[in-house]
Structures are given as C-alpha cells and as structure tokens.
C-alpha cells in the first residue's frame, strides 16, 4: 500500500487524488470516499455527521479517510471540492477549451504519479535493474510503447534491456531467465492475461520480478518482488488510459534516472558518440 498522499497542491487534483487512492482504503474508509465521488457537488454543503450517514458509517471514520486521501481533514476536502467542482445549482457554464482541459489531465495525472511514489521500493528496482544480468520487458496492448521508450532510453545509460514485442516471444525469453536476472513488467490494469503468463514464467526460473502499473492493489503487483504505482487518472474504463500512460513514461524516466546514477558514467558517453556518428554528414 503506497503512503498516504500530501495534499493536493492544486484545486484541479483533489477529485483526481480521490480517486486514485480510494482503491487502498479499507470498508468504511473507501464508502465515505465513493460518496465523494459519486456526490463531489454536493459534500462541500455537508456536514460530517451528514457525509458520514451518506457513507453509513461515523464521523471518525470520515475524518480518518479525509486524512488517509491526503486532506488535512473534512474542513479541507470541503474547500477543495468547493474550489474545484460547481455548486448543484450554480449557474451553467459554459465549456472549457478541449485542449485546455487535456492539459489540465495531463498535469492531474502527474501530480497524482508522483504522489504515488513509493521512493524506497524505486531505489530498489533500480538497483535490481542496474545489477541484472539480463533484462526481459514485458507489457502489451496500450502499455507497450511506454517500455519500449523506456528500453531504448536505457540502453542509452549502458543497460542494454530485451524487449520483445510479440507475446510468445516475451514468454520464451521470461522461461530462459535464472536467478541473475530482472523480468520488468508494465501494465496499466495489472491484469494483462499474456503479462502475468509472462512473469509467472519469470518467476518459475527463479527471476526477480519488477513491474509497474496504475493500482497498487492488482494481480501483477501481487505476482512481483518489486511493485511500483502511480495511481488511475481518467475514466476508468476507458480503452485508451492514455493519461495513466502519461504518468507510467514519467514514473519510468525516473527509474532510468536512478538506474543512471548506478552505472558508470563512461556508458552514456560511449552511447552520446552513437547518436552525434548518426548525425554526421554522409561522406560526398
């Protein structure tokens, strides 16, 4: 379970938090912020007493889950929701710029990543994946071009990674691991049916698993060693959470980062010559 979340720093998280979060509460906790969520109009005008016979449960209890989302307490959910979502019968207004609000997402979905940083458990995949032997990705569907990025990004500090594209080719590599080598996983659901054959063939040789995904509570997160979140923004059940991805390519540099500070420095420039040889003019 990640650490409870600071508070929102912005008006426009506070909903995104929520629900990122509500997943990791307990019974009680998780119904009073199901009631935010289904109700966010309407709780800035309650009272405790009134949120909690809403949830079914106390007033302890509303205030224990404010807390637990990263709130200070009830008072200060009330003013977030109050500055971020209309009153019920507030005037309508008129649509936002479309491209403003992909943006406004965009930053949503980051502060809500980083947040969900657990900086112990990333510290220790990194170094689990700077040490490896060998490296075998794993992710399909929308979450594969993340970790085909991230594979070429490190080969660019020195560590070379496998990442095949095709499922069986992902299960072949994963059975031919032993105990000296990393399978690193990603998916946004954690539930991936040929990514979790993937790190269970991991597992079975013996290989450490790493994996990454937006719910800290998923069968991916239970099948690995090392487990990174960075929490669900977006509706969720959309096709393309391309908004979670945005945060998983984020969350992943800064793996590559930590996995940099590692190795030696004579990688990168070894890797810097490729790229200016590439850029060079043709010979005539």
Known sequence: MPSTPPSPSAPASALAL???????????????ARVILERPAEVPQWSTQELAQAAGTSTATVIRACQRLGFRGFQHLRLELA???PAPNAEAQTPGD??????ESARAALLVGRSSIDRAALADAAALIAGASRVVCAANGFSAPPLQDAAMRLATIGRPVEAPLDILAQQFAAHSLTEADVC?????????AHTLATVRAARKRGARVVSL????RAPLAELS???????????????DPFFSRL?????????????AGLRSSTDADDMREVVADALADSPP
Do not use: K
């Open 18 to 32: 929520i629900r990122a979060f509500a997943a990791s509460l307990g019974q009680s906790e998780g119904a009073v």
């Open 83 to 85: 500055r971020e979502v």
């Open 98 to 103: 479309p491209v403003d609000e992909v943006f």
């Open 184 to 192: 690193f996983a990603l998916s946004h659901s954690g539930a991936n």
């Open 213 to 216: 995904c937006s719910y800290d």
């Open 225 to 239: 060693h090392i487990s990174l979140s960075t929490g669900a923004v977006g509706a969720p059940h959309t096709v």
């Open 247 to 259: 945060g998983h390519s984020v969350l992943l540099q800064a793996l590559i980062t930590e996995v």
